[in-house]
């Protein structure tokens, strides 16, 4: 019988992780500006859609205005930079904390009072946009005039986390390499295997003594405090937080399509899905202007969803894993033939 | 010595059904004991109200001597009572031996020492050589031992099985018991519900008869088979003649 590899991700897998951020870090030095700039706002997309991926894949809890932790972190980060010029590593962490608090009262507020499934996930939007509506009022965070972060010059900081568009390159690709390490890690823990039967079966999974209205929480706060890291440096990279642009719900919906295209719960489900449907959604957002059919993306977002729960409902990242098993069955151990063929 | 798990005047009423009506008993330490019943008669509501999964409406459960009712299934579960479901619920994402590992994360964290349980409690139902295969390649029988398997690996002292056996051919239905047998003389105390009295005269040592969701007998399956009001109530007039 064949050996089930689960205590860790096999070499092969590894190596291959490594060898395609080895890639994307060399992009970082030849792209021009303007791909640099893109690919930038894909990878934290990719490490906030982690965040909500690790909530619905894994923990089965549905959000649909996880913009409230992006702009809490977002947030945190320009006031305590603007206002008092303190490093945006606090900014990040009392942004982690706030979203983590605010993120197990919501949860606990609405589990405790059995409202489950997709009425939760109505809940994340009114969360979402209430505090929208606070902030658009709230002159010390600027209200609808937003906060601006002072032009950066001289050289890249990465204590100031200011730098230069490359800069931003690389700390958003080094998130991405956390986030997708973070999940694989989670999924082969405690957490990944409790979260899961959960999200399958709930009562099922109480009966095998899962605390599941704890861990519904912690799965939330946990996946508010990392989107909140990502609000973060997106306001860095931006240059600037307003309301309306980083906790509007047309953050939320950007954050979920990249992850459920590339495959809900996996390592890296939301940066296949991302890096392939934001950068459509720019192209088809210049092909509309050009050719004046504005809201020519948002079609490309619903063909986009439309085409991969069609032909893959698992997401584009697990079957690639699938295809790729079986040609390697096939071609290394060529005893497994008959396995294969019987299935 | 104190009775592993006692009720005392268990009552449970949905709206104006009166689901499971005063029910007291005790069961031993060890041993296989039988719930039986014709349908409706209360039995799966009774083990619903032992394991946490509804609140009884009257009424106190003990376990251990300590008083459990109101308590979360999670820490009935906890407190050492494996239950099966009725209707299998295996998490089908997840293989056989990764089903059966998330019942012992009820005990501890560690991955590893999770696995070597799940096989262990694998091992014990002959589910073994499936562990590494996926939920939908395994056969009904297969599935009811799973079941087994999973809250077995709570590491429970009284186990509670819901129609482990139910819509199983004799010979899967007597490999079944040969099980039950096996766990009960590791120590295990076992409440089995069961409808088809052949295998709980074959399984049990000590019989619960429930009908209308009040109690009307309990004793050997001998004396169950013989008493006047079971077998007026429950097996039918044929059963006797």
């Given at each position: 019988m064949q050996k089930k590899r689960?205590?860790?991700?096999?070499r092969g897998a590894v190596i291959g992780c490594l060898a395609g951020f080895a890639v994307l870090a060399m992009l970082g030095g030849v792209l021009n500006s303007h791909l640099i700039s893109l690919l930038t706002i894909v990878f934290l997309f990719t490490f906030i859609g982690q965040s909500w991926s690790i909530m619905l894949g894994l923990g089965g809890q549905l959000s649909i205005g996880h913009a409230l932790f992006v702009g809490i972190g977002a947030y945190s980060v320009a006031v305590l930079d603007i206002r008092y010029g303190l490093s945006p590593w606090f900014g990040l962490v009392v942004g982690m904390a706030l979203a983590a608090i605010v993120g197990a009262t919501l949860a606990w507020l609405s589990f405790r009072f059995e409202v489950r499934g997709i009425y939760f996930a109505l809940l994340t939007i009114a969360a979402a946009e209430f505090a929208r509506v606070v902030f658009s009022g709230w002159e010390f965070v600027g209200a609808m005039q937003g906060l601006f972060f002072p032009a950066h010059s001289g050289p890249n900081s990465f204590w100031m986390l200011r730098g230069d568009a490359r800069f931003y390159y690389f700390v958003s690709l080094a998130a991405v390499l956390l986030g997708v390490s973070a999940t694989a890690l989670i999924r082969q823990s405690f957490l990944g295997y409790v979260w899961r039967a959960m999200r399958d079966d709930e009562d099922a999974s109480r009966a095998l003594g899962v605390r599941t209205f704890l861990h519904k929480i912690l799965v939330v706060s946990f996946s508010g405090a990392w989107a909140a890291i990502g609000g973060g440096l997106l306001a860095l990279v931006q240059g600037s937080v307003f309301p309306d642009s980083i906790m509007g719900m047309g953050i939320s919906v950007d954050i979920l399509v990249g992850p459920i295209v590339g495959g809900l719960g996996t390592a890296f489900g939301p940066l296949i899905g991302t890096l392939i449907t934001l950068p459509l959604d720019h192209l088809a957002s210049a092909i509309g202007n050009k050719f004046g059919i504005p809201g020519l993306n948002n079609v490309g977002y619903g063909l986009a969803l439309i085409a991969v729960v069609w032909l893959l409902p698992d997401g584009i990242w697990p079957a690639i894993v699938n295809s790729a098993k079986s040609i390697t069955r096939f071609s290394w151990f060529g005893n497994l033939r008959m396995e294969q063929v019987k299935k | 010595m104190t009775d592993l798990l006692e009720l005392d005047g268990v009552s449970r009423r949905f709206g104006g059904l009166l689901a499971v009506d005063n029910v007291s008993f005790r069961l031993k330490c060890e041993g296989i004991t039988a719930l039986v019943g014709p349908n409706g008669a209360g039995k799966t509501t009774c083990f619903n109200l032992i394991a946490g999964a509804l609140p009884p409406t009257q009424g106190s459960i003990r376990f251990g001597g300590e008083i459990i009712s109101g308590f979360p299934a999670e820490d009935i579960c906890r407190l050492g009572i494996g239950r099966t479901f009725q209707v299998v619920r295996p998490m089908r994402d997840m293989t056989v031996l990764e089903n059966v590992m998330i019942g012992a994360f009820s005990w501890t964290r560690k991955v590893s020492e999770a696995r070597d349980a799940a096989r262990e409690a694998l091992d014990m139902v002959g589910l073994g050589p499936k562990a590494?295969?996926?939920?939908?390649?395994?056969t009904l029988p297969d599935r009811k031992m799973l079941e087994t398997a999973k809250a077995l690996s709570t590491r429970p002292r009284l186990l509670l099985l819901d129609?482990?056996?139910?819509?199983?051919r004799p010979p899967e239905a007597a490999a079944v018991v040969a099980v039950l047998r096996r766990l009960a003389e590791r120590g295990l105390s076992i409440l089995l519900v069961e409808h088809v009295m052949r295998i709980v005269m074959e399984a049990a040592e000590h019989v619960i008869v429930l009908h209308h969701g009040a109690k009307i007998a309990e004793g050997t399956p001998r004396y169950i088979v013989s008493h006047p009001e079971v077998v007026a109530g429950y097996l039918g007039e044929g059963f006797s003649a």
């Amino acid at each position: 019988m064949q050996k089930k590899r689960d205590a860790l991700p096999d070499r092969g897998a590894v190596i291959g992780c490594l060898a395609g951020f080895a890639v994307l870090a060399m992009l970082g030095g030849v792209l021009n500006s303007h791909l640099i700039s893109l690919l930038t706002i894909v990878f934290l997309f990719t490490f906030i859609g982690q965040s909500w991926s690790i909530m619905l894949g894994l923990g089965g809890q549905l959000s649909i205005g996880h913009a409230l932790f992006v702009g809490i972190g977002a947030y945190s980060v320009a006031v305590l930079d603007i206002r008092y010029g303190l490093s945006p590593w606090f900014g990040l962490v009392v942004g982690m904390a706030l979203a983590a608090i605010v993120g197990a009262t919501l949860a606990w507020l609405s589990f405790r009072f059995e409202v489950r499934g997709i009425y939760f996930a109505l809940l994340t939007i009114a969360a979402a946009e209430f505090a929208r509506v606070v902030f658009s009022g709230w002159e010390f965070v600027g209200a609808m005039q937003g906060l601006f972060f002072p032009a950066h010059s001289g050289p890249n900081s990465f204590w100031m986390l200011r730098g230069d568009a490359r800069f931003y390159y690389f700390v958003s690709l080094a998130a991405v390499l956390l986030g997708v390490s973070a999940t694989a890690l989670i999924r082969q823990s405690f957490l990944g295997y409790v979260w899961r039967a959960m999200r399958d079966d709930e009562d099922a999974s109480r009966a095998l003594g899962v605390r599941t209205f704890l861990h519904k929480i912690l799965v939330v706060s946990f996946s508010g405090a990392w989107a909140a890291i990502g609000g973060g440096l997106l306001a860095l990279v931006q240059g600037s937080v307003f309301p309306d642009s980083i906790m509007g719900m047309g953050i939320s919906v950007d954050i979920l399509v990249g992850p459920i295209v590339g495959g809900l719960g996996t390592a890296f489900g939301p940066l296949i899905g991302t890096l392939i449907t934001l950068p459509l959604d720019h192209l088809a957002s210049a092909i509309g202007n050009k050719f004046g059919i504005p809201g020519l993306n948002n079609v490309g977002y619903g063909l986009a969803l439309i085409a991969v729960v069609w032909l893959l409902p698992d997401g584009i990242w697990p079957a690639i894993v699938n295809s790729a098993k079986s040609i390697t069955r096939f071609s290394w151990f060529g005893n497994l033939r008959m396995e294969q063929v019987k299935k | 010595m104190t009775d592993l798990l006692e009720l005392d005047g268990v009552s449970r009423r949905f709206g104006g059904l009166l689901a499971v009506d005063n029910v007291s008993f005790r069961l031993k330490c060890e041993g296989i004991t039988a719930l039986v019943g014709p349908n409706g008669a209360g039995k799966t509501t009774c083990f619903n109200l032992i394991a946490g999964a509804l609140p009884p409406t009257q009424g106190s459960i003990r376990f251990g001597g300590e008083i459990i009712s109101g308590f979360p299934a999670e820490d009935i579960c906890r407190l050492g009572i494996g239950r099966t479901f009725q209707v299998v619920r295996p998490m089908r994402d997840m293989t056989v031996l990764e089903n059966v590992m998330i019942g012992a994360f009820s005990w501890t964290r560690k991955v590893s020492e999770a696995r070597d349980a799940a096989r262990e409690a694998l091992d014990m139902v002959g589910l073994g050589p499936k562990a590494d295969a996926a939920i939908s390649k395994l056969t009904l029988p297969d599935r009811k031992m799973l079941e087994t398997a999973k809250a077995l690996s709570t590491r429970p002292r009284l186990l509670l099985l819901d129609e482990v056996m139910a819509g199983l051919r004799p010979p899967e239905a007597a490999a079944v018991v040969a099980v039950l047998r096996r766990l009960a003389e590791r120590g295990l105390s076992i409440l089995l519900v069961e409808h088809v009295m052949r295998i709980v005269m074959e399984a049990a040592e000590h019989v619960i008869v429930l009908h209308h969701g009040a109690k009307i007998a309990e004793g050997t399956p001998r004396y169950i088979v013989s008493h006047p009001e079971v077998v007026a109530g429950y097996l039918g007039e044929g059963f006797s003649a």
